[in-house]
């Protein structure tokens, strides 16, 4: 599991640590630890540490501090290093262990004419506010054809929403200390970090804000059927999709629920769509009772109906698509069970803001959703969020761009529905659905282009495979 904590629960853990060690201590496992994966970028792209340059963008507090001992140290290894302070003063043990170490403090031209492989940014860590000031601004425009590492974050960044209000840092990398941040993991501020890499410091750190599930979590969660399992024990899931307008939802949301993890799998909907998909699935078979329903996807003008039935069973049920705008109206009494898997654009008509605020802020909005309507929320994207509404979140860092294709939300819907028919509570749920999902499309693209129903053909392998690591 990857694990993200607030500022306040990273400054609370830090404490301890300060109090009872020698001061400074803390700074140099970051220092050093950022000055291997620095060396390590250097190698990757100059194949080489000796002779390369590096300037340092410097900021006031520790995230300076931090920056700087790191150059000191790369001085020491044969790197040409400068520094430009962004700020009335910089740290001062870091800033004397940089000048010890033959670093020079510059103004921008000069450091522009160096000629850096790579440029160090320290100019805020957990302790920015968002945005970033004129000469940083300036500083970052200069340089703007120079990869650049981020020191614990890239600066200007909303560390604890994950979002991007204002100018900030695009990193390659991006190295953090003690625990990922929210922003180190979700969008869009994740994406301003490039890749990341962790350093441990020694935090002893509470449960999380934020969590991201790995392939043991999943194999730990993932349903196994035991040598007395039959079908009914497996868990039956049950499928309202489709319409005659769009047939194709249907048999992608049942080719998710028949990935393997549920025993039985009902399709109910239009009798044109339902031959379609008994001639697809043979092993589907009509109404009867469920442990989960997918309703939704794809379902047109049936989704009213669709969603007013799989209510009235006391079942978990997974709303997708056109089911969502007939969602029991805000401030009835909530239903336990739900699991609801908006895109951003339709999360937008649930709280009717614009798509582009979603996007900017999708955290923020998932979490409204799941508070309105008591239900966990998926909110679909690159970086796919799950919300309970007790606060817990997870997101999904497998998966592909070539997901973005027409029909994978179809198969994440019944997928979900069938590990909720299997047992698992509706966060596990969601959250290894969107894992499992991520896993099919980054195989289906390894093998080509990627269209739906490669996703749902990739499933069972990834499936048996995960389950075989435990
Ligand atoms: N604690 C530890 O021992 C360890 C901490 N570690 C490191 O320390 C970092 C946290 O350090 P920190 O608390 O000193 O805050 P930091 O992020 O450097 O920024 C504060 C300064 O920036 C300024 N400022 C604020 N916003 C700004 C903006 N938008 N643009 C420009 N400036 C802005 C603000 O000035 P002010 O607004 O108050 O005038 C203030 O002076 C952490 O991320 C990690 O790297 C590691 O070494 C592990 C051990
Ligand atoms: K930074």
């Known amino acids: 599991m990857r694990r993200a904590h607030t500022v306040e629960q990273v400054r609370a853990a830090e404490q301890p640590l300060l109090d009872t060690q020698p001061s400074g201590a803390l700074m140099a496992r970051a220092a050093t630890g950022l000055a291997v994966a620095v060396v390590e970028e250097l190698r990757r792209r100059r194949g080489r540490t000796y002779g390369t340059r590096v300037v340092v963008l410097a900021g006031p507090g520790n995230n300076g501090g931090d920056a700087l001992h790191a150059a000191a140290r790369l001085a020491r290894r044969g790197v040409a290093v400068r520094a430009v302070a962004l700020g009335e003063v910089l740290h001062p043990e870091g800033l004397a262990a940089f000048l010890t170490a033959g670093g020079r403090v510059v103004g921008l031209d000069e450091a522009v004419r160096f000629g850096p492989d790579l440029v160090l940014d320290g100019i805020v ?48 990398l991006t190295v953090t200390f003690g625990t990922h941040k929210v922003a180190t993991l979700v969008d869009p501020a994740a994406r301003a970090c490039g890749r990341v890499r962790l350093v441990d410091i020694g935090l002893d750190l509470p449960a999380p804000a934020v969590e991201a599930l790995e392939a043991d979590d999943v194999a730990r969660l993932l349903p196994v059927p035991s040598a007395t399992a039959h079908k ?5 899931v049950g499928v309202r999709a489709g319409s005659s307008t769009y047939p194709g939802a249907a048999l992608l949301c049942v080719a998710g629920a028949a990935s393997g993890i549920a025993g039985m799998v009902r399709y109910v909907g239009p009798q044109s769509v339902e031959t379609q998909v008994r001639t697809r699935f043979p092993e589907v078979v009509g109404p009867g009772r469920v442990q989960a329903w997918a309703v939704g996807s794809g379902s047109d003008t049936d989704a009213v109906t669709m969603l007013r039935e799989a209510l009235a069973d006391d079942v978990p049920v997974v709303v997708d698509a056109d089911a969502l705008a007939h969602l029991p109206r805000r401030g009835s009494s909530p239903r336990p069970g739900l699991v609801l898997t908006p895109h951003a654009g339709e999360l937008a008509a649930l709280v ?50 070539w997901l973005a294709t027409a029909g994978a939300g179809d198969v994440l819907t019944g997928l979900v529905a069938s590990l909720l028919a299997s047992g698992l509570d509706p966060f596990d749920a969601a959250s290894v659905g969107a894992w499992l999902h991520g896993e099919a499309g980054e195989r289906a693209a390894a093998c080509g282009t990627v269209v739906a129903t490669t996703i749902a053909g990739h499933l069972p392998g990834i499936i048996r495979a995960v389950t075989a690591r435990v």
């Open 125 to 172: 860590g957990i302790g920015g506010s968002p945005g970033l000031r004129p000469d940083a601004e300036a500083a970052l425009e200069a340089l703007a054809d120079v990869p650049v590492v981020a020191v614990d974050l890239p600066s200007g960044v909303d560390v604890d929403l994950g979002e991007t209000p204002r100018s900030h840092v695009r990193a390659a």
């Open 232 to 236: 009914y024990t497996r868990g039956v």
């Open 352 to 401: 009717g803001e614009p798509r582009a605020d979603v996007e900017a802020a999708p955290l923020r909005h998932a979490r409204e959703v799941a508070q309105h309507w008591q239900a966990v929320v998926l909110l679909k994207g690159a970086r796919t969020l799950v919300v309970h509404p007790d606060g817990r979140v997870r997101v999904n860092t497998t998966g592909t761009p």
